[in-house]
C-alpha cells in the first residue's frame, strides 16, 4: 500500500511548481530571436504603422495597400506610388516536448529523468509565459499528448498539471508502446509546429539512431531546435567499484562489473554521448547537457533561451 502510494505520486508538490515557473528572470516583452536565415520570427514585412514596429522601406504600390500607408512625398519624387513598409513584431508559441517514457523513469541518485525534464521546462516556460509568449507542449508517453498553446500563468499551470502526472516504472510487456521510434516522432511534431517556430526537446533521446540524421535535418531546417539531454549520472560514466545490487519487489540480483567490463562499458558510453552530439550539430540542433544531480537551472537555462 505505501509502495503503491509513493509510485503514484506526482512528480512534483505544488510549492515546487510555483518556485520553479517564477524562478527565472522575465524575458523582454515581444521578445524576438534570430533564427537561421528565412526563418526569422519578428521581422515578417507588413505595410502596417502600429505601435511596436519598426520602418522597413518603401517600395512600390501593390493592389489592396491601403491609401493611407502611401509615401506622397516619394511619391511626388517618383511619380510612382509607394507605401511605406515596416517590421512588425509577433512571437510564436514556443513548444517543450517532455519525454515521459521508459527510459525517463530512471535515476540512480537525487531525482527521476522525468523529473528533471520537467523541472527544466517549467524553469523555461515560466520564463516565456511571464513576457507573454504562448507555450505548448508534447508529453511524449502511451498514449503520447499534444497540449496546444496556452496564454499567461493561469493556462502554464494547467499544462504543468499534465505534464506532473505520476511515471509509475512500465512493466515490461508494455515496453514498446512506450518507446516510439524518433523518425515517427518529429515526424508528428513538424506537422503540429508552425515552420520558423521554436521547439526544445526535453529527453534523453534513448534509442536515437544514425538513420534518424534526415528527420533530424529536417526539423532543424523547420524550426529552431534544441536539445537538452538529460542524463543519470551512471549513463555518462562507469565508477562501479562494488557489486551492484539490483531490486524490484521481491526480486534481486547482483552485477558484478570486473575492470575491464567497466572501462568497456565507460567506453560505450562516452561514444554513445558522442554520437548524439554529432547526429544533433550536423542538423542544425544545438546541443546541451543536464544531470539529474543539478539542482541550479538558471545556467542552463539562460544558455538555451539566448
Known amino acids: 500500500m505505501f509502495a503503491n502510494k509513493i509510485l503514484n505520486r506526482e512528480l512534483l508538490s505544488d510549492s515546487a511548481i ?24 519578428g521581422e515578417q514585412i507588413t505595410s502596417v504603422n502600429g505601435s511596436g514596429s519598426d520602418f522597413s522601406e518603401v517600395r512600390a504600390y501593390h493592389s489592396g495597400d491601403e491609401l493611407r500607408h502611401i509615401d506622397w512625398r516619394a511619391t ?15 512571437s510564436q508559441p514556443i513548444c517543450l516536448l517532455i519525454d515521459r517514457r521508459a527510459s525517463m523513469r530512471f535515476a540512480t541518485r537525487v531525482r527521476l529523468k522525468v523529473t528533471q525534464a520537467l523541472r527544466m521546462a ?17 508529453l511524449l508517453d502511451n498514449p ?8 499567461g500563468m493561469s493556462g502554464l499551470k494547467l499544462l504543468a498539471k499534465r505534464a506532473n502526472a505520476p511515471c509509475p516504472p512500465i512493466d515490461a510487456d508494455d515496453l514498446d508502446a512506450y518507446t516510439p521510434e524518433w523518425s515517427k516522432i518529429l515526424s ?4 503540429r509546429i508552425p515552420e ?11 534509442a536515437l539512431k544514425d538513420s534518424d540524421s534526415k528527420i533530424l535535418r529536417i526539423m532543424g531546417q523547420h524550426c529552431t531546435t534544441r536539445a537538452i539531454h538529460i542524463f543519470d549520472p551512471s549513463e555518462v560514466s562507469s565508477t562501479f567499484s562494488a557489486p551492484l545490487q539490483l531490486q524490484w519487489g521481491s526480486r534481486r540480483q547482483y552485477v558484478s ?24 550539430r550536423q542538423a542544425n540542433i544545438s546541443y546541451y ?18
Open 18 to 41: 510555483n518556485q520553479l515557473i517564477y524562478a527565472a528572470p522575465a524575458a523582454a516583452q515581444n521578445n524576438t530571436r534570430q533564427l537561421a536565415q528565412g526563418t526569422r520570427i
Open 144 to 151: 503520447c499528448h499534444w497540449l496546444p498553446p496556452v496564454h
Open 188 to 191: 508528428g511534431l513538424r506537422q
Open 122 to 138: 517549467l524553469w523555461i516556460a515560466g520564463r516565456e509565459a511571464r513576457s507573454g509568449r504562448e507555450i505548448s507542449a508534447v
Open 257 to 280: 562489473l570486473n575492470n575491464s567490463a567497466s572501462a568497456q562499458l565507460k567506453r560505450d558510453l562516452q561514444a554513445r554521448t558522442s554520437t548524439i552530439s554529432q547526429l544533433l
Open 289 to 306: 547537457q543536464l544531470s539529474v544531480e543539478q539542482d541550479e537551472l538558471a545556467t542552463i537555462g539562460m544558455k538555451v533561451l539566448l
Open 76 to 90: 511626388a519624387r517618383s511619380r510612382v506610388p509607394l507605401v511605406r513598409t515596416y517590421h512588425s513584431e509577433f
Open 196 to 206: 520558423g517556430s521554436e521547439l526544445i526537446l526535453l529527453t534523453d533521446l534513448f
